[in-house]
């Protein structure tokens, strides 16, 4: 079969809504206007990434994708409890291009419609017609790594409007707030389809939290880039935040850019506005942080794309289809903010 995001993405796309409508449906007995809430939510779909690799993954290590649904759906509900959460913590307006869930419902309730998905998504993961020993190694994996999910996120809250300590906190972080659910989509699988060698489980593992850092370098670098999809560019400048951006900044600045790229990140909300934030970028792409980035990100795709020869074929060609998505082209003229 063809191991391509779109080609496993529609084979499986009805299945995977009907799975995911039923968790809705299943999950309270929720007056209408509240339903209506849950309902916005399901029907605003992302690029659905983690459950195409979970049914990938599943697929690639002989299972038949059916099987893996409710991990699909599982780790898809998670990443959009991860997501309303992480709007509300870093007050953007936007996602999807809509209004983000807070804007729509406000703080209190949007809180809680990421808190109503993450039990909703454990118990659809109890579902999975797998052996209790499977699905509890994998309701294993999957505890532990939400609690790395949190921690990274945890670390670079902690880490906002200071110096970066250097590229090693950075891949500390990608590895738990982004790494996390991909190890999951991909070891996960693996383990429901049968897979047991810890060496080949090792080496998914990997493979995700390499995912996590290069899905969030291409973040962070599409941040500074201008070409945010239905959200301010420059976001991360603004909030202070940890980014390849800043770990770059760190090693190369010296002088009086270093002082005042590292002064500017350091000023809170709302003092450092829209100004203060388009200095910092000039200064990035005068002083070559952003070709150095842009650099040191497509090595770290090359890196990733060398070692997928050790994974199982399907697994590989999927991975290297995503790599062509998860590559920034440079940009030689800086767009106007
Ligand atoms: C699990 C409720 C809960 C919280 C965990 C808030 C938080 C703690 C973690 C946030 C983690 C986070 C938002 C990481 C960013 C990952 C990222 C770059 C997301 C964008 O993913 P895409 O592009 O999104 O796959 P779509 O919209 O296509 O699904």
């Known amino acids: 079969m063809d191991f391509t995001l779109d080609t496993i993405r529609s084979r499986f796309e009805d299945r995977l809504d009907a799975v995911m409508r039923r968790a809705g449906a299943e999950l309270t007995d929720f007056p209408p206007e509240l339903a209506a809430m849950v309902d916005h939510l399901l029907a605003s779909k992302g690029k659905r990434l983690r459950p195409t690799l979970v049914l990938g993954a599943h697929l690639a290590h002989g299972g038949d994708g059916e099987m893996a649904l409710p991990l699909a759906a599982t780790v898809e509900l998670i990443h959009n409890a991860s997501l309303i959460h992480d709007d509300i913590e870093d007050m953007d307006e936007f996602r999807r ?3 983000s869930a807070w804007r729509l419902f406000g703080v209190r309730q949007a809180l809680n419609l990421g808190d109503l998905l993450l039990p909703a998504a454990f ?12 699905r509890l190694r994998v309701l294993d994996r999957l505890t532990r790594e939400l609690m790395r999910m949190v921690g990274g996120q945890m670390t ?45 489980l090792a080496r998914l593992e990997a493979a995700g939290t390499s995912l996590g850092l290069l899905f969030q370098g291409r973040d962070d670098l599409i941040d500074i880039l201008g070409r945010k999809e239905g959200r301010f560019a420059l976001g991360d400048l603004l909030e202070g935040k940890l980014s390849l951006l800043t770990v770059v900044a760190r090693e190369r600045l010296t002088g009086d850019a270093r002082d005042e790229f590292f002064t500017l990140l350091s000023i809170p909300r709302p003092r450092k506005d829209a100004a203060c934030a ?20 497509a090595a770290l795709v090359d890196g990733l794309r060398a070692e997928l020869d050790a994974l199982p074929p399907g697994l590989a060609a999927l991975l290297a289809d995503l790599l062509t998505r998860l590559a920034v082209a440079p940009e030689t003229e800086p767009s106007k903010p």
């Open 97 to 99: 291009d809509s209004p």
């Open 123 to 134: 118990h659809l993961f109890l579902q999975t017609p797998v052996t209790p020993g499977v």
């Open 278 to 297: 388009s200095r910092m970028r000039e200064i990035l792409f005068e002083e070559g942080v952003v070709a150095l980035a842009l650099g040191r990100h």
């Open 156 to 200: 670079e809250i902690a880490a906002l409007h200071r110096e970066p300590g250097g590229f090693p906190e950075y891949e500390r972080v990608c590895a738990g707030k982004t790494g996390a659910l991909f190890r999951v989509c991909l070891a996960g699988a693996a383990e429901l389809a049968g897979e047991e060698d810890p060496g080949a």
